[in-house]
């Protein structure tokens, strides 16, 4: 690892030795064979009605700028619409879904649709089920969403740091909102400890048994609607260079990487080309990095106070993290004002490009991108060139819009009548 200066701006880096190692490897097998079988869940969520293709999308004229090839970005900004704006209002309904489905056919046996569970045939059975999770908000919102649609309760646990505009949108959705005094591990040994005492479900991707229960194992599976979607719309796959995905836990990142590896590995007289896997956290929340930097998984030491809301972790999901030895190649730790510049240069459509909203917690990736023009050193770290071709998960929208328009100077509305006139023009110009 070593410490450098981002203009004026701390950062940390740590390229992974381990990357691919039999070792790794070995230690990574039973994650990814219980993860293995992710398309019921997609092909699943495909169904619902308000399911829609989120797009990929294109910022040529940035790339040409930054000099690489090309920039894609993945944008998750109106996932259910923009008052989830998530990835994760996938894996949590998901898992509501087959958590009611099981305790429906456990008392009537039979199994009942996703459909029929937003229906009042099943009420009976769904209403006497609470979800619980420990929350930043995107997951609070997400489970609220589920346990909502599909009809059972819902508990979401915050602690000091979750905005209240992020816990007042879960409260909106029905969900009891308990705000613990402490950190964000704090919440979570508080919900799984109410659950236990409850009989309720603690619905998280945290797995610390190799995803060998089925509760992470329905929320990592949910996430690859994400990777199926951008893997369909990635214009030449086998040409990205570079994949970046945000930290917090791992289970983002281990699921998007395990997705590209699954679709790029090849076969014993072809073998695996594949991009580089970078992990992007805050430096005050560093847990994936110091994992990488110690061989093992790993508390961060920073303070945890972070505009990355959603990566305020201590320390990573055990299982994730098994993944993410194997197969991530680069860890970076920003500060907060990396994150900021990246959300404003895809809210103002830079160098003529397609406006994008994306929150704190996603967006450091393009001010990472941004920071390597002017600095040599993390470019060359990050192997970054004019043939590079990156692909950056915009995984949130703005989650909490008054906190999003006084860190971009614009309100989300306002990006997202801006991407509309783009795609007016760009209609017109085709006429």
Request: proline share 4%.
């Amino acid at each position: 690892m070593r410490i450098s200066r981002l203009v004026k701006m701390q950062y940390s880096y740590h390229h992974n030795t381990e990357r691919l190692s039999s070792q790794a490897e070995a230690t990574a097998a039973v994650c990814m064979r219980n993860l293995s079988n992710w398309m019921p869940a997609v092909d699943e969520i495909r169904t619902w009605p308000e399911y829609t293709i989120q797009p990929l999308r294109a910022l040529p004229n940035l790339a040409h700028k930054l000099g690489v090839r090309e920039i894609f970005v993945k944008d998750e900004s109106k996932r259910f619409g923009t008052g989830m704006g998530s990835f994760k209002a996938l894996g949590a309904p998901y898992s509501v879904y087959r958590i009611l489905a099981e305790e429906v056919h456990a008392k009537k046996g039979v199994w009942p649709s996703a459909a029929e569970l937003r229906t009042d045939k099943y009420r009976d059975i769904t209403n006497s089920v609470t979800v619980c999770v420990a929350t930043d908000g995107n997951q609070g919102r997400g489970l609220a969403y589920g346990a909502k649609t599909f009809g059972c309760h819902c508990v979401d646990y915050i602690h000091n740091h979750v905005s209240d505009g992020r816990a007042k949108r879960m409260m909106d959705l029905g969900a009891i909102v308990i705000r613990i005094n402490g950190e964000y591990e704090t919440s979570v040994a508080r919900a799984k400890e109410d659950a236990r005492m409850n009989g309720w479900y603690f619905v998280s991707s945290t797995s610390w048994s190799d995803f060998d229960n089925d509760v992470p194992q329905h929320v990592m599976n949910a996430y690859m609607v994400v990777l199926e979607e951008a893997i369909a719309l990635i214009p030449q796959l086998d040409r990205i260079s570079h994949v970046f995905v945000c930290g917090g836990v791992g289970s983002i990142a281990a699921a998007i990487f395990q997705g590209f590896y699954t679709h790029l590995r090849g076969d014993k007289n072809t073998p695996a080309q594949l991009p580089r896997f970078v992990v992007v956290e805050p430096l005050e929340a560093d847990c994936l990095l110091q994992s990488a930097k110690n061989g093992t998984a790993y508390q961060s030491k920073g303070t945890l106070c972070t505009l990355m809301a959603g990566l305020a972790c201590r320390a990573p999901s055990p299982a994730a993290w098994k993944l993410l030895n194997w197969l991530a190649s680069d860890f970076l730790a920003v500060p907060d004002s990396i994150a900021v510049e990246g959300m404003k240069a895809l809210a103002n459509g830079d160098e003529g490009d397609i406006p994008v909203v994306c929150g704190e917690s996603s967006a450091a990736s393009m001010g990472v991108l941004l920071e390597s023009v002017s600095n040599s050193s993390l470019r060359e770290s990050l192997g970054l060139d004019e043939n590079s071709q990156v692909i950056i998960f915009g995984l949130e929208g703005a989650t909490d819009p008054d906190i999003y328009e006084s860190l971009v100077g614009k309100s989300p509305t306002t990006v997202f009548e801006a991407q509309d006139r783009f795609h007016a023009k760009a209609c017109t110009d085709l006429s």
